[in-house]
């Protein structure tokens, strides 16, 4: 019994590692990428980064990273043995809620595609592709894991009166 709950520690704590460095590695992708653009050659740069895309890819990955924050938060109720808990239920929900706003932002970012160059179009809708489907997956995902967790919580609370 004691042996598995040191495996649950070790893993929990390997996956909240692995979150830790997803964020850091998406914050130094979006730190590093503005000055490998070829239209940012000879900007300043305020100009690098204050651009209404730039802007607006930062506003749009707050879901993201709010959402490896509760991802990072569910690991820690597994590790505390709280997985069936309403806690747990909202962290996922955020979650949820977070996929979703990520591919409205990525549905309205297409605005920028249309009134961009032609040539970038391509790279630009793979791009979304990148973004849109892993969202969708986590989306789903979550959603069935929420809805489990929650029937779950409820047939608990149902036995825990009945005693």
């Known amino acids: 019994m004691n042996q598995d709950r040191n495996m649950n ?10 979150i830790v460095l997803i964020g850091i590695g998406a914050l130094a992708f979006m730190l590093w990428e503005p000055h490998v653009e070829g239209a940012n050659a000879n900007a300043t740069l305020f100009q690098m980064y204050f651009n209404s895309f730039v802007v607006y890819a930062v506003i749009g990955s707050t879901p993201f990273f709010a959402a490896l924050y509760h991802a990072f938060k569910v690991l820690g109720y597994v590790r505390q043995n709280k997985t069936f808990s309403q806690a747990t ?15 409205g932002f990525v549905a309205v970012s297409v605005i920028f595609m249309i009134g961009g160059d032609r040539e970038d179009r391509p790279a630009g809708l793979f791009m979304r592709i990148l973004v849109t489907v892993p969202s969708i997956i986590v989306a789903t995902v979550v959603t069935i894991s929420e809805r489990i967790l929650q029937k779950a919580l409820d047939i608990k609370s149902e036995n825990d009166l009945t005693v």
Do not use: M
């Open 89 to 103: 239920v909202n962290s996922l929900r955020i979650i949820k809620y977070c996929a979703l706003a990520l591919i």
């Open 9 to 18: 520690r070790g893993s929990t704590i390997f996956l909240q590692g692995v």
